[in-house]
Each structure stands twice: as structure tokens, then as C-alpha cells.
């Protein structure tokens, strides 16, 4: 397949982004990493349409875009399984799917998760900053956010060949406990520490690409302050009123708020697709 696909974007969803790996290395800089929420989708996605590792796709939130094309190409979704349909028949997830001129794609209800990755096969011509081109809105960097009325060509002439890869659903296990392991300031709230891992926690309406707030507050032990220490994605910080908040890809590089676990790296991808009003736990990682 070559050529070009235009995108029409004639609905951009709740949160629709350009994303990718993000910015690693930049950390030191404060700059935080970004990139897809969950890694594993968005990786699976570029896979099926046969583009190279780190290509950018979309990652849509909840309410998926509207978008109709122009010119030939291939696309592919994994994740939140968010009815999405082709000219208003049904499309499956993780399937290769054709599109030509005047095809117009389109998400519905939620069915279930929260966040779902649309790839499409070429070259994105996306603007970058610092060698990402996902979106950091506390440094100003917008350009890649979904707006009603954009449009960009992707250069579908690719020369690699496309591996047949077809990953039915391709979404993740949600029944699993979250995995935590300790963090610097464990040792001062092994109470909270012991309700964080004995109660189910619900996802607050507050929760965004930054942080996931869990409603309720722990018991705290003592008061403990800290130090603007450094942090990152996956961090479980506690608030003065202990609150916890779970740090996700667009979070800062340091925070004064006590590190009482760390979630395994490996289970990100699960709570990305946790909305508000969904439930959660956690167990200790031995």
C-alpha cells in the first residue's frame, strides 16, 4: 500500500492526543517523561499496522473522535473497547482494518477501560519538542491535541513489509491486584500502608494524565515532611490529608508530598485504563 491518508478530524472526542514514547532523558531537567499512558497498546497498535517501533498513534480517552478520511491506508485499535465502527458498522480491536476516501470512523459508548490507541500505518508528520511529539500542556507544547476542523497527511509509502499480527480484543487483564513495592517514606506510615493494601480504593473524578486521585483518605501515623524529592510515574504519594495520588506519564519530576509504595512499572498500563468511579487494589510485591 502507498501513497497518502488526509484525516478530517470532524469531532476530536473528550481527549484525543498524538502520542509516543515520550521524553526520556529529560528528566533531570524537569521536563516529565509524557508519552502514551499505556505503553503496551500503543507499542501493540504500531505492530499490527507494520510501522516502525515508536511511530506516532492516537490515544483516545473515554469519548473517541470522529474522523473521516481521504486516500488509502491501514489502521488499527487496542485498548478501551469504545464501540468504535467504520461508516456505523462495528469494528473489532486489535484487527488490521482498511480505509479509503470518505470512510468515516467513529467511537461510541464505553464497554469497558478508559484509554484506546488508534495507529495507522506510514509516516506522521506531527511537530516535535524535544524529540517527542506528545502533548505538555505546563510547558505550553499543544500543537498535537485533536481540535474540530484539523487535518494532517500521514505518507503511507512504507517499505518495510507488514507482519501478519492480529491480537483479538487486544486489551489487558483488569482483575488483577495492583502490585506495589516500598517507597523512601514507607517506614512512616506503615498504617496507611496496611489500609492502602487491605481496602478497595475508588478512581476520583480529579484523576487526569497527571495523577490518579483515590477517593478517601488513609489514616496518617504522624505528620512527616519532606523535601521537594524526586518522583515519577508510579509513585504513590500521600496529601497532608492523606489522600493517595498514583503518578501517571505527565507527572512532575519532584514533590514534596510523601512516597509511601511504588507500583510496578509493569502494571501502568492497567491503571491507565481506570476511570473515574472505577475500583482498584493493591498488593505487596514480595
Avoid at 107 to 112: K, P, T, Y
Avoid at 154 to 167: A, F, G, H, M, N
Avoid at 193 to 215: F, K, P, T, W, Y
Amino acid at each position: 500500500m502507498s501513497g497518502r491518508l488526509t484525516l478530517h478530524i470532524e469531532k476530536p472526542g473528550l481527549q484525543t492526543t498524538v502520542q509516543d514514547y515520550g521524553r526520556l532523558g529529560c528528566q533531570e531537567q524537569g521536563i516529565p517523561v509524557g508519552g502514551a499512558m499505556g505503553i503496551d497498546l500503543y507499542a501493540l497498535a504500531n505492530q499490527i499496522v507494520g510501522n516502525e517501533d515508536g511511530e506516532p498513534a492516537l490515544e483516545i480517552t473515554v469519548a473517541g473522535p470522529k474522523i473521516t478520511f481521504e486516500g488509502f491506508g491501514l489502521l488499527a485499535i487496542t485498548g478501551a473497547d469504545l464501540s468504535p465502527s467504520l461508516n456505523g458498522l462495528p469494528i473489532s480491536n486489535g484487527e488490521p482494518i482498511s480505509v479509503s476516501t470518505g470512510d468515516c470512523l467513529a467511537f461510541g459508548r464505553v464497554v469497558s477501560g478508559c484509554r484506546a490507541y488508534l495507529a495507522i500505518r506510514g509516516k506522521w508528520p506531527q511537530p516535535q519538542w524535544l524529540g517527542s511529539v506528545s502533548p505538555l500542556n505546563s510547558a505550553g507544547f499543544t500543537e498535537n491535541l485533536l481540535r474540530k476542523g484539523s487535518r494532517f497527511t500521514i505518507d503511507t509509502s512504507l517499505d518495510q513489509p507488514r507482519k501478519e499480527i492480529s491480537v483479538k480484543g487486544a486489551f489487558p487483564n483488569l482483575r488483577k491486584a495492583i502490585r506495589v513495592t516500598v517507597a523512601p517514606e514507607s517506614k512512616y506510615f506503615e498504617g496507611a500502608i496496611v489500609q492502602l493494601l487491605d481496602q478497595e480504593h475508588m478512581v476520583a473524578h480529579e484523576s487526569n494524565r497527571m495523577g490518579i486521585r483515590l477517593e478517601g483518605c488513609l489514616s496518617l501515623d504522624q505528620k512527616h515532611e519532606i523535601i521537594s524529592s524526586p518522583v515519577f510515574p508510579g509513585v504513590i504519594q500521600l496529601t497532608h490529608s492523606g489522600q493517595p495520588i498514583i503518578l501517571m506519564a505527565d507527572a512532575q519530576t519532584t514533590g514534596g508530598y510523601p512516597r509511601i509504595a511504588v507500583v510496578d512499572k509493569r502494571q501502568l498500563g492497567q491503571l491507565a485504563q481506570l476511570k473515574p468511579g472505577d475500583k482498584l487494589s493493591f498488593e505487596w510485591n514480595n
